[in-house]
């Protein structure tokens, strides 16, 4: 890492499909994105939350803020296909292996890559021959392609924060293989974990014919792209830091020893392992009389995408589960779980990881997941708390000392629910130790600073040929 950033020569536009409005962040990009814009100088473009009656082509400037904002708007039924159509229901589900949630309509299909086209013309009017472009995430994947068509040669880089799906899965998919053309108009895609690399790797040669001339550089058409692993951070020291003060903050109650307390964070997705979770707290609490009244679950899981079928149903699953355990065990003074439907402020969420005994974190399939990360970050080094992690979260990969579990076997995470119960104090502390040197290592800065080090020498190959 040199420190600068790899903020070479020019602007960076960065583009995403939301722009933070400066209301409370609730997603990981967010939450990584500020940071790296209030360090670069850069410009965020993107969709303003509230749609228009007529499609506009202008970019309207978002006062205050430490960096530039520029919006554009879509109109309702832009926003609608192309956000709650095809990216929430078509490519989110089968990125996260779960095509039978799939709902394709073709015309959502139409209005996905008409709104790329048309936010490439908008992008392509503020540019300048020196910046730098960096795209985030499946809601922009033609982009590029777009602005290449429009005669943008600039370096143009794209982070994915999702999983990449395999080949198979991409062909449940109408149209699935174009994806690969379009990864291709990038000079650097960037994703979260080594197992996205190697499912990109079978797409790209055996669906789009692409030829990889050596690892991580393929060639399709006459164009080069390079593709590698960034898996993404968070800002530790400012996490750890936030969250001892946060901590002192908390009202009284909040932690009652020797009742344990066990957290839960995410968006309510049903790609987080909810029901799953729940239900392997309820397996625990059969097994383990001995722990009833002494442990509790506070899960808090605000809406997101509210209208999108598939989040409706697995709302409705879930406050019926917790409905169900809480029945069975609770008595007047133990409730097993608390579920808070609704977003909290970063810092009582920081607060509240300090204070948790476990976190549990069992994705059934994840990008990365920040909340794994910032739960780590915010503990007290002395006597600190155990990640039950899944193996299908992108974090995996680089926390093997949490306690790693299948998140579809119920009976391994209540087993590994009475390990970090039970561990010894020297084996947590020496999980937590390992597990920060990675977390300070590899933060969101090592994250941006490498991303768009290797975007400048990507692109600079490309024109040096
Ligand atoms: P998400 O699916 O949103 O992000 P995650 O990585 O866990 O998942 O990030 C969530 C962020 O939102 C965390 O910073 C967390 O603190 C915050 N958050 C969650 N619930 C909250 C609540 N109730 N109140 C306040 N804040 C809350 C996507 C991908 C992930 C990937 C990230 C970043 O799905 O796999 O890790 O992008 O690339």
């Known amino acids: 890492m040199d420190g600068s950033g790899g903020l070479g020569r020019g602007r960076l536009i960065c583009l995403s499909n939301r722009i933070p409005t400066g209301a409370e962040p609730s997603g990981g990009l967010v939450v990584a994105l500020a940071d790296v814009l209030e360090r670069s100088g850069g410009i965020w473009i993107g969709a303003a939350p509230e749609t228009t009656d007529q499609?506009?082509?202008?970019?309207?400037?978002?006062?205050?803020?430490?960096?530039?904002?520029?919006?554009?708007?879509?109109?309702?039924?832009?926003?609608?296909?192309?956000?709650?159509?095809?990216?929430?229901?078509?490519?989110?589900?089968?990125?996260?292996?779960?095509?039978?949630?799939?709902?394709?309509?073709?015309?959502?299909?139409?209005?996905?890559?008409?709104?790329?086209?048309?936010?490439a013309r908008i992008v392509a009017k503020v540019l300048r021959r020196e910046d730098r472009i960096w795209i985030h995430d499946y809601h922009l994947l033609p982009l590029a392609a777009e602005l290449r068509r429009l005669g943008v040669?600039?370096?143009?880089?794209?982070?994915?924060?999702?999983?990449?799906?395999?080949?198979?899965?991409?062909?449940?998919?109408?149209?699935?293989?174009?994806?690969?053309?379009?990864?291709?108009?990038?000079?650097?895609?960037?994703?979260?974990?080594?197992?996205?690399?190697?499912?990109?790797?079978?797409?790209?040669?055996?669906?789009?014919?692409?030829?990889?001339?050596?690892?991580?550089?393929?060639?399709?058409?006459?164009?080069?792209?390079?593709l590698a692993a960034f898996p993404i951070g968070i800002d530790t020291a400012d996490f750890t830091r936030l969250a001892g003060q946060a901590f002192d903050r908390l009202p009284p109650g909040i932690v009652k020893p020797p009742r344990q307390l066990m957290i839960g964070v995410d968006r309510l997705d049903y790609s987080k392992g909810l029901p799953n979770r729940f239900r392997a707290f309820r397996h625990f609490l059969d097994l383990q009389e001995d722990w009833h009244r002494r442990v509790s679950l506070l899960q808090i899981a605000p809406p997101t995408r509210e209208g999108v079928k598939a989040?409706?149903?697995?709302?409705?699953?879930?406050?019926?589960?917790?409905?169900?355990?809480?029945?069975?065990?609770?008595?007047?003074?133990?409730?097993?779980?608390?579920?808070?439907?609704?977003?909290?402020?970063?810092?009582?969420?920081?607060?509240?990881?300090?204070?948790?005994?476990?976190?549990?974190?069992?994705?059934?399939?994840?990008?990365?997941?920040?909340?794994?990360?910032?739960?780590?970050?915010?503990?007290?080094?002395?006597?600190?708390?155990?990640?039950?992690?899944?193996?299908?979260?992108?974090?995996?990969?680089?926390?093997?000392?949490?306690?790693?579990?299948?998140?579809?076997?119920?009976?391994?995470?209540?087993?590994?629910?009475?390990?970090?119960?039970?561990?010894?104090?020297?084996?947590?502390?020496?999980?937590?130790?390992?597990?920060?040197?990675?977390?300070?290592?590899q933060d969101v800065h090592w994250w941006s600073d490498a991303f768009l080090t290797a975007l400048t020498g990507a692109s600079a190959a490309r024109v040096g040929r």
């Not at 609608?80 to 394709?104: I, T």
């Not at 040669?205 to 792209?225: K, Q, S």
């Open 153 to 226: 040669e600039n370096p143009i880089g794209f982070f994915l924060h999702t999983p990449f799906p395999t080949a198979l899965a991409l062909q449940s998919m109408p149209q699935g293989n174009e994806i690969c053309g379009w990864l291709m108009a990038h000079d650097l895609v960037g994703l979260q974990a080594q197992r996205d690399c190697v499912h990109a790797r079978g797409a790209l040669t055996r669906l789009a014919g692409a030829e990889e001339l050596e690892e991580g550089l393929y060639a399709l058409d006459g164009r080069r792209m390079r």
């Open 311 to 441: 989040y409706d149903d697995i709302r409705e699953e879930l406050e019926g589960l917790a409905g169900k355990v809480n029945g069975a065990f609770a008595d007047i003074t133990w409730t097993p779980i608390r579920y808070i439907h609704r977003p909290v402020p970063r810092e009582t969420l920081a607060g509240l990881y300090r204070a948790s005994h476990i976190a549990l974190v069992t994705p059934l399939m994840d990008g990365m997941n920040l909340v794994a990360k910032e739960f780590v970050a915010a503990q007290d080094p002395e006597d600190p708390g155990v990640l039950i992690l899944s193996r299908f979260a992108g974090a995996a990969e680089q926390m093997p000392e949490a306690l790693i579990v299948n998140p579809h076997d119920e009976g391994e995470i209540a087993a590994q629910i009475l390990t970090a119960l039970t561990m010894p104090r020297s084996e947590r502390r020496r999980r937590h130790a390992a597990l920060m040197e990675g977390l300070g290592a």
């Open 55 to 119: 499609p506009e082509d202008d970019l309207t400037e978002i006062e205050g803020g430490a960096f530039r904002r520029l919006a554009f708007r879509l109109t309702a039924a832009e926003q609608e296909g192309y956000y709650a159509g095809f990216s929430n229901s078509v490519l989110w589900p089968v990125f996260h292996d779960r095509a039978d949630l799939m709902e394709f309509r073709r015309e959502d299909h139409e209005t996905y890559r008409a709104v790329n086209r048309r936010i």
